[in-house]
């Protein structure tokens, strides 16, 4: 019963042994080398981990500044394209109506030159005409008063009178028959 009652009173886990305070001990080491050569360096890892995607948000929300800014540039440049654009449209729609109506006027210009040209070519033909058809019914006026009055009139005087009073009569007779 002793040896029940020794190997009983070993056996009893409420009291300690010496085991116990070497198990105590080693562990007591272990966690001292944990905490002075493998924690620290977990620990600075993980700071440094932190650190960064700290910096990877930080350079994110300026990446998306920068992103907003450069958009609101690139739309206002945009913008002011698009306004420019309009503008030289503009322009030259408004040239393109300067020319038009500048050559317009010129060519009304010329058209009238062109036209004025003509009259006083048509006006010389016909005073041309005139005193052709004058010399030619002057002669054939005084021939034919030659014949019928029977004497020549040769002279030139007389012979002008004769072709004036002819055509004034005529020019009568024409004005008369018209109205």
Do not use: C, Y
Request: glycine share 4%; proline share 2%; aromatic share 6%.
């Amino acid at each position: 019963m002793a040896t029940q009652a020794i190997v009983a009173m070993e056996s009893n886990f409420l009291v300690p042994n010496g085991t116990f305070f070497v198990e105590l001990f080693a562990f007591a080491i272990m966690v001292w080398i944990l905490a002075k050569f493998v924690i620290p360096p977990i620990n600075k890892a993980m700071t440094a981990r932190q650190e960064a995607i700290r910096q990877q948000f930080a350079d994110l929300d300026q990446a998306k500044t920068e992103a907003h800014e450069a958009e609101e540039e690139f739309r206002s440049q945009i913008a002011d394209a698009r306004h420019e654009a309009a503008r030289i449209r503009e322009e030259a729609r408004e040239q393109g109506a300067a020319i038009i109506a500048e050559m317009r006027e010129q060519a009304q210009a010329e058209a009238q030159r062109i036209v004025e040209h003509a009259h006083t070519q048509i006006e010389a033909d016909r005073k041309a005409a005139v005193t052709s058809l004058r010399n030619e019914v002057g002669t054939l006026a005084t021939t034919l008063a030659g014949r019928i009055v029977g004497e020549s009139l040769d002279d030139e005087a007389r012979q002008s009178r004769v072709v004036d009073r002819f055509l004034a009569d005529l020019d009568t007779t024409r004005t008369s028959g018209v109205n």
